[in-house]
């Protein structure tokens, strides 16, 4: 790979055609077989005539999560501006994501747009909301698993190892050596209302700071495990009824900045962001404590999770 085409786009479908690459570059680019374990893939209807021009199809291809599966394909080594036309070629039910191919190399790829609806075996990582406090059916999370694990119980698997009151920095320490035994394709993280807390003791103290290092780490740690990061946002919260939990004290503001930090960080690093502020917000009724969903709280931001993943 040379200075001039910095980009590694591996392609499994109509974007290794010479004509579909003359077409959106203006000529045939260097391309290398290459291939993708841990997926198959499945039929895409396009309705975006110029798409159908350019490929001369109207079903093109999409990856589906599929343990011992490969598919084979090539890399294309593309400029900043190849990879630009490449964007805008692909239809809205792709987006472009790191993916680390059979030889170890990272590369970008067009991914499904609703990153839970591919997924196979997921591993949940977060906080006390991840976990399902104050909700006996297990909270979110066990909403989605079961819904999961019913599309089809011989190949779907759910593992919930969120504990209570974690940051984003213990996410971040804890979830690599938890990996590698369950051989996961999607690494679900939904933390990040700790890290608005502000101590009593401290209020000086800024939480925020180390929320990129953290993300960055566990996208990694994703990575090398052939997994998909997908980060859940903070949940609304009611700042006059939530108490001071252990010293801490927990604003709205504080929380509404998390939010933001996090959900710029998942943009400009091509991650997954799925916002879970809406379902809860000024619904009091909704939270045990102004900061803990109950049930019905959890059964509302499943509906929303489950609308923007799958």
Known sequence: MTASRPHALFSFGTLMDERVQTTLFGQAVP???ASLTGCTTRPLAITDPSVIAASGLDVHLTLEREYGAVVEGAVLRLTDQDLAAADAYEVDDYVRRRV?????ERAWAYLDAKPLRPAARIVIVGDSIAYGRCDPQGGWAARLAATHIAGNEAEHRVFQLAIPGSTLAEVSEQTPALLAPRLPDTLIVA???????????APELDGLAHIADSLGSLAAAALDHHARLVVVGPTWLDE??????GGLRFT?????????????????????????????YEKTDLLV??????ADGHEALYQHLAALGC
């Not at 680390?100 to 170890?104: A, K, T, V, Y």
């Not at 503001?253 to 879970?276: K, S, T």
């Not at 404590?289 to 109950?294: E, K």
């Open 240 to 245: 006059e009824r939530t108490r001071d939990y």
């Open 289 to 294: 404590d102004g900061l803990h969903p109950a």
């Open 252 to 280: 709205k503001a504080r929380a509404l900045a998390v939010r933001e930090a996090i959900r710029v960080w998942c943009q400009e690093n091509h991650i997954d962001y799925l916002d879970m502020w809406e379902p809860l």
């Open 31 to 33: 391309t290398s077989p």
């Open 100 to 104: 680390l191919l059979s030889s170890g």
């Open 191 to 201: 933390a990040g209302i700790n890290d608005s807390a502000v101590p009593l003791s």
